[in-house]
């Protein structure tokens, strides 16, 4: 695992002095930070990457500051890393070689909701659970929902692909993208996708750009498209004694025609991490599930009552209906805090967002199992269950350990892969991936995807360091 710092030099120190003194010129010392303890708050994100204190941090309030940022960045050949909620966990948001840190947070305005067709412009700094309460107060639904909708900011959701419990029945960010203003390194501001649902006119630009984590543009008003919202909620909870027996009422559901908009999975170590929180669960489950269906009153209560037969059959414990909105927004809570809870039982933690083919989450269960008991390292495992996108944490309190916590991570990507599976479902690669990308990709991909990289960023100014393997060394 890298968790020092890919080897990209930092700029001279004339040309960070340059950067700062052409940003105060084109901005105004009101939106340039410099100070050094400022500066050191944009180093981190909620990841454990390092990064390096970047010189000059960007508080971009308009398209305007964000050009003048990247126009700057490029004639004083310093690196620019972009950043909005800063909430990611693989590094993206990462500065690995100082320089300047353009943040969107400051840009929070929904510009347009149109209620005739469904759609919404949004800048990149609206935050994602202000999104959903605005659409839904007009009868509309924004269905990505990361667990840190409450801090998450669009133009992060965009750049990595956000996807959430409800990527099951609705997919992710990128399905919901319509189009955006893409700002390239320099200065150029380009127009990207489309407004309206279908669309194939030349290249899918706009779907390129999502998920690119910041290396090839930032993003400035981006275009969102919504649906009316459903009518009916319900949710389920559900208690095994095994996970075994949670992945095959999961198999079996969907394979039998069931389609929730979401099945959050949780192992029985994640169970106690929720006791110790304060949630009453039942001592004897090994795994839970967290399910929900929406649409109309009936079609709720009868796919509700057909997983609830598929559980049984499974082996359930224990099968609750949430009978009103606040049990569901309590279960929901338990849920969205469940990686800051596990944050409590260890001074260290890295939370590996991999995906199988749901017939394979037992499997690779399995083999954590056997990681965990090989490497004597601590971990537990829960996420979207229904697409076989799993949170597999480690968990250790001394940095001795750290070696056979890496081997442990090496050994759970190798059978991700092997199972046929991906090394990122919503996280993104980032820095804290970046080096095991070549497991999954040819180095064919690898070359043609740096290819790309040259021709937005030849100098390769803006977020380096990111998504492709380079050397690393260790911070002292």
Request: proline share 5%; hydrophobic share 40%.
């Amino acid at each position: 695992m890298q968790l020092g710092r890919p080897d990209v030099p930092r700029p001279t120190l004339s040309a960070r002095e340059k950067a700062r003194r052409l940003l105060e010129q084109a901005l105004g010392p009101s939106k340039v930070v410099t100070g050094e303890d400022a500066c050191a708050t944009f180093a981190r994100d909620e990841s454990e990457a390092e990064g390096v204190t970047p010189d000059a941090v960007v508080l971009a309030e308009s398209a305007d500051d964000i050009l003048a940022a990247l126009r700057v960045a490029r004639e004083a050949e310093v690196p620019i890393t972009p950043r909005a909620g800063g909430t990611g966990r693989t590094g993206g948001a990462v500065p690995v070689a100082g320089g300047i840190v353009l943040s969107t947070s400051g840009m929070k305005s929904i510009k347009e909701l149109d209620r005739r067709d469904g759609v919404a412009v949004v800048e990149p700094g609206v935050v994602l659970a202000d999104l959903h309460a605005a659409v839904e107060a007009e009868g509309w639904f924004y269905p990505p929902d990361p667990n840190s909708l409450a801090d998450c900011c669009l133009g992060g959701n965009v750049a990595e692909n956000a996807g959430g419990p409800r990527a099951l029945k609705y997919g992710v960010t990128r399905d919901w993208v319509l189009g955006m203003d893409a700002f390239l390194i320099g200065g150029q501001r380009i127009r990207a996708g489309r407004r309206t649902t279908k669309g194939v006119t030349g290249y899918d630009v706009a779907g390129l750009l999502v998920g690119s984590e910041g290396t090839l543009a930032v993003f400035g008003d981006i275009t969102l498209g919504l649906m009316p919202k459903p009518e009916q909620v319900m949710t389920l909870m559900v208690l095994f004694d095994s996970v075994r027996a949670a992945s095959t009422a999961v198999e079996t559901a969907i394979s039998g025609g069931l389609l929730p908009r979401c099945i959050e999975f949780l192992d029985g170590m994640t169970l106690d991490a929720m006791r110790r929180a304060g949630n009453a669960i039942d001592a004897r489950a090994g795994a839970m599930l967290l399910v929900e269906f929406d649409g109309d009153e009936h079609a709720c209560e009868r796919d509700a009552e057909r997983f609830g037969g598929v559980a049984d059959s499974a082996g359930a414990l224990e099968v609750l209906v949430a009978q009103d909105a606040g049990l569901r927004a309590r279960l929901w809570s338990a849920r969205r805090e469940m990686s800051r809870a596990v944050r409590k039982l260890t001074k260290f933690k890295l939370s590996e967002d991999v995906v199988v083919p749901r017939r394979s989450i037992g499997a690779l269960l399995d083999h954590v199992t056997l990681l965990g008991e090989r490497e004597k390292v601590r971990h537990l495992t829960y996420g979207h269950g229904g697409d076989g996108n799993l949170h597999v944490n480690f968990l250790w309190d001394d940095a001795e350990e750290m070696p056979a916590v890496s081997r442990a991570i090496e050994g759970l990507f190798h059978e991700v892969v092997r199972l046929g599976g991906t090394l990122s479902g919503e996280h993104g690669i980032g820095v804290l991936k970046a080096p095991y990308l070549p497991l999954e990709q040819a180095p064919e991909l690898i070359e043609l995807e740096r290819d790309l990289k040259r021709v937005f960023d030849p100098q390769n100014l803006l977020n380096p360091g990111k998504i492709f393997p380079a050397g690393a060394h260790r911070a002292c």
